[in-house]
């Protein structure tokens, strides 16, 4: 059974440009969640997805944003990128929504530098 | 807010020893704890849960320890290897919450 997968894995971007992440969960699971991962904040919660809607969204501001598709891959979206933004961009899905079900399976993250 | 945090940032500890790793909260809501093992270059991946009505569970080497008098809990890996090195990390569930909180993590070196 495959993992959760993100693509791409690298990417080197400018302040000011836009960025678009991709994650596909593993088959089944209609949870997707996004956390982002600094050496100074640690884990970060963005946002979850279940069943296309929605249903969490972390303090982060309206410059990230997400989607989840119908097959429940999901992205997420950072626009006018900042220095700050860099970062390891996490998926994580889960069976369920996460709650008290046990485990959030994470994919190998997308690692954004932002010059 | 309430939030999870750690007392060790980094553990040294000799292959063979027995590592155990610290987590505070503060959330007297929390009723769900999960530890997270996440090795360089890869995603946290999940070691072990525990509920609130639980003060102790084990695992294949691991043992997880909840003190809720104090909001405590604990990592417990016995016979500690260097494929163990890693950052480990502590999350939280508040009942009826979707979303896990998680600490900063700790840092665990495994020396051969």
């Known amino acids: 059974k495959a993992g959760v997968t993100q693509t791409p894995r690298y990417l080197i971007k400018t302040r000011g440009q836009q960025v678009t992440l991709s994650c596909s969960p593993i088959?089944?699971?209609?949870?997707v969640s996004w956390y982002q991962q600094t050496p100074g904040q640690g884990l970060q919660f963005l946002f979850e997805?279940?069943?296309?809607?929605?249903?969490n969204k972390g303090n982060f501001p309206g410059r990230f944003s997400g989607r989840q598709f119908s097959n429940s891959r999901s992205e997420m979206n950072v626009s006018t990128l900042e220095l700050g933004d860099s970062a390891l961009y996490l998926c994580a899905s889960s069976l369920e929504s996460g709650v008290n079900t046990g485990e959030l399976f994470f994919g190998e993250g997308s690692r954004l530098t932002v010059l | 807010g309430e939030s999870v945090g750690l007392h060790l940032p980094t553990l040294s500890v000799q292959e063979g020893d027995n590592s155990i790793i610290n987590c505070a909260y503060s959330n007297s809501a929390s009723d769900y704890f999960i530890w997270y093992k996440q090795e360089s270059g890869k995603g946290p991946q999940f070691i072990i849960d525990i509920r609130s009505n639980m003060d102790k569970r084990q695992g294949q080497r691991v043992t997880v320890l909840l003190n809720k008098t104090v909001k405590h809990l604990s990592l417990q890996i016995a016979a500690t290897q260097p494929g163990d090195s890693a950052v480990y990390f502590c999350a939280e569930n508040i009942g009826g919450s979707y979303i896990p909180t998680f600490g900063r993590g700790t840092s665990l070196i495994v020396h051969p």
């Open positions: 997805y279940f069943s296309e809607t929605q249903r």
């Open positions: 088959s089944g699971h209609r949870s």
